[in-house]
């Protein structure tokens, strides 16, 4: 399985960005799908989670109301839209692919990861 992130980049308070992860290697809509992110010397904590249909989310307290997460499965891509980005927002962020099609927030629970993309979000 291999896990392609990208989207990130250096934004201004306030400004949005879209990450993509695209996957390979498994059927895709066999399996949920997270988004994380990890600062220096902190653990890498869940941003928001799918399941294999794309019906049920679950969204971190800190990001919920701005940031959005999606999949295509006919493309075999998960999205993030981050809106209102904040600078406690900059970090790696990291597309995680967990072993069942429903949602878990613990990274333990995921199997595979992309190689992450930083967001370094301007005050």
């Known amino acids: 399985v291999q896990l392609q992130a990208s989207g990130g980049g250096l934004v201004q308070a306030g400004g949005s960005l879209r990450l993509s992860c695209a996957a390979s290697g498994r059927t895709f809509s066999n399996y949920a799908m997270g988004w994380f992110r990890q600062v220096p010397g902190k653990e890498r904590e869940i941003v928001a989670a799918i399941n294999w249909s794309g019906g049920i989310t679950y969204y971190a307290n800190s990001v919920k109301g701005r940031f959005t997460i999606s999949r295509d499965n006919a493309k075999n891509t998960v999205y993030l839209q981050m809106n209102s980005l904040k600078p406690e927002d900059t970090a790696v962020y990291y597309c995680?692919?967990?072993?069942?099609?429903?949602?878990?927030?613990?990274?333990?629970?995921?199997?595979?990861w992309g190689q992450g993309t930083l967001v370094t979000v301007s005050s």
């Open positions: 995680a692919q967990r072993p069942g099609d429903y949602i878990r927030w613990g990274a333990r629970e995921y199997d595979y």
